[in-house]
């Protein structure tokens, strides 16, 4: 049987760095990772390389793979640190960059759509709330500032954040997960009447001002369309993906298809596409599904895209109502179709950002010319 890339990455999932207690995969330690046959090859980025965990690793990781796919199986390991860089800069006499005291985010994953009204916002919620009971540390910010969603969601309406020694905002948290959103910092029944300039200061203030913390995923919840603040994002920060929601009709689908096409002409791997509204199940009737908008069509376009298709979500009354109490379904009722949705699509995205950074190279920031 062939080896594939996802057996290689569950397996090497097993090997933790002591200090950081995390996986290799996790901590994003795996890079260039290739399946050749019998062989499997892939760099491991050491943090420290004079640590007890450096000098084991590489047989712990052939060990992993060995145990995993087969002993016949051949591991080839290249090794390199994270201190490489600043050493050279040293010998030459540059001046090397001085590290940041505030941690950046292992992952962020944008939650895009091509148009409004498809559930983006419910998706990213329950992402993120599905991501942290998964063990995972997890920030959401709401980058769609004339319309935020996350304080009704979450049920913060009325909370706001503070402001450290650092003059870093500091996020809310609830349900596991750290917050941000326009919506804690101006009255909600006032509308933000900003010129794109304004939106795209804030967003970045969002992203870099923020005391966020340790972090494995950060979620950002973009407004739909492809405009200021998706190329704000893409300007400012290294996306490691975007999940694209789509609801199954052709007019979602064709805003889909351009969202997709939008961040893959900036080189912002597309991680997966959420099919949200896929069907709707009767309570009295659960073994039956109406396809109230169309059948697959999300399934359908990422096929034909050659992305990964990540889940569809039903249609439900009780997610609706758990979106508007501010009690997201998959923390609060996870025994509902929509919530075991979300935890699947959240296990599926995990992996897919995990085979990404370790098959693909890091996205660079953009600089966009205007002539």
């Known amino acids: 049987m062939a080896i594939t890339v996802e057996q290689v990455i569950d397996a090497l999932g097993t090997v933790v760095e002591p200090e950081r207690g995390k996986d290799i995969v996790r901590l994003r330690m795996v890079k260039d990772l290739r399946v050749d046959g019998e062989t499997v090859r ?51 006499g540059g001046a090397a960059e001085t590290p940041s005291s505030t941690p950046e985010p292992l992952n962020l994953i944008a939650v895009a759509s091509g148009k409004g009204g498809v559930g983006k916002s419910t998706v990213a919620v329950n992402l993120a709330v599905a991501l942290a009971k998964q063990g995972y540390d ?29 003059r870093k905002i500091v996020p809310l948290q609830k349900y596991g997960v750290r917050l941000l959103s326009m919506g804690f910092l101006v009255d909600p029944d ?33 407004p739909p369309g492809t405009g200021d ?38 080189n912002v791997p597309v991680l997966g596409i959420v099919e949200n509204m896929a069907y709707f199940t009767p309570p009295e009737l659960p073994d039956r599904k109406y396809y109230l908008f169309g059948e697959g069509g999300a399934r359908r376009l990422a096929e034909e895209l050659g992305v990964p298709f990540l889940g569809e979500v039903p249609i439900e009354q009780s997610l609706r109502e758990h979106c508007d109490a501010g009690t997201p379904v998959v923390a609060e009722a996870p025994e509902h179709p929509s919530a075991q949705a979300f935890t699947r699509i959240a296990e599926r995205t995990a992996r897919q950002t995990a085979i990404r950074n370790a098959t693909l190279p890091a996205t660079e920031k953009i600089e966009i010319l205007h002539r």
């Open 42 to 92: 892939f760099t491991l980025v050491l943090p420290n390389p004079a640590s007890p965990f450096a000098r084991t690793v590489e047989d712990a990781v052939r060990r992993a793979v060995g145990k995993a796919v087969g002993a016949g199986v051949r591991v080839e390991v290249s090794l390199d640190n994270e201190m490489i860089g600043l050493g050279d800069d040293l010998m030459l």
């Open 138 to 166: 997890v920030g959401l910010v709401d980058t769609d500032i004339y319309g935020p969603s996350i304080p009704t969601m979450f049920g913060l309406k009325d909370a706001r954040p503070t402001v450290n020694e650092e």
């Open 190 to 222: 006032k509308a933000v009447i900003w010129r794109g300039p304004m939106v795209t200061s804030a967003v970045q203030q969002f992203l870099g001002d923020t005391a966020w913390g340790e972090l494995d995923f950060l979620i950002m919840d973009l």
């Open 229 to 266: 603040i998706q190329l704000t994002i893409v300007q400012t920060v290294s996306l490691a993906g975007v999940v694209i929601v789509s609801t199954p009709q052709d007019v979602a689908l064709a805003d889909a298809r351009k969202g997709v096409s939008m961040f893959e002409q900036v």
